[in-house]
């Protein structure tokens, strides 16, 4: 149960990166230069970057896992040639911000964009930026707990409902 909550952040980014992607497909017009600057702007003071700064090595390492399994034979190539892709691909990665900022244009305004831009440079703004981190960490540590908490009740009551059934587990 810890292991799906442990990966229920990784998993919910996946998700809404794969969402905001089928989103800005579906975007007929583009964003405008500005709102793509200030949605910039916005990830940059997020730090965003930071989610997906090891996605390239992260998929070419699992990439490498998955051939590795089906050819032993070549695990030594396959060492080599992941630094090559690792390599060729560096930057990548890029284009999730580029996406997230797309995703941010389809949602707001350039004038939201604007107004946004400036929240977050205020005094509470920054103090959002530096706090809801903590905040969103909170919130999981607490969910997980919650999570375990309720998973031992469930079990107990499946527990006792078989019990009733004469068949104790």
């Known amino acids: 149960m810890k292991t799906v909550f442990r990966i229920l952040p990784a998993t919910c980014f996946v998700l809404a990166l794969a ?48 051939l590795v399994q089906s050819n032993l034979n070549y695990q030594k190539d396959l060492d080599d040639v992941a630094l090559v892709v690792a390599k060729e691909f560096t930057g990548k990665e890029k284009e999730i911000g580029e996406g997230m900022a797309e995703a941010y244009c389809k949602e707001f305004t350039d004038k939201e ?30 969910m997980n707990q919650w999570a375990q908490n309720f998973a031992d009740v469930v079990t107990a009551q499946f527990r006792a409902e078989m019990k009733k059934r004469g068949k104790p587990i």
């Open 113 to 142: 964009i604007t107004d946004l831009v400036a929240f977050y440079k205020s005094p509470l703004g920054q103090k959002l930026l530096a706090a809801e981190p903590r905040a969103i960490q909170g919130s999981m540590a607490y």
């Open 19 to 66: 969402l905001a992607g089928s989103a800005s497909a579906q975007q007929t017009k583009p964003a405008s230069a500005a709102c793509m600057a200030g949605a910039r702007e916005i990830l940059a003071m997020k730090n965003v970057a930071v989610m997906y700064a090891n996605a390239v090595p992260g998929i070419v390492q699992q990439a490498k896992t998955q």
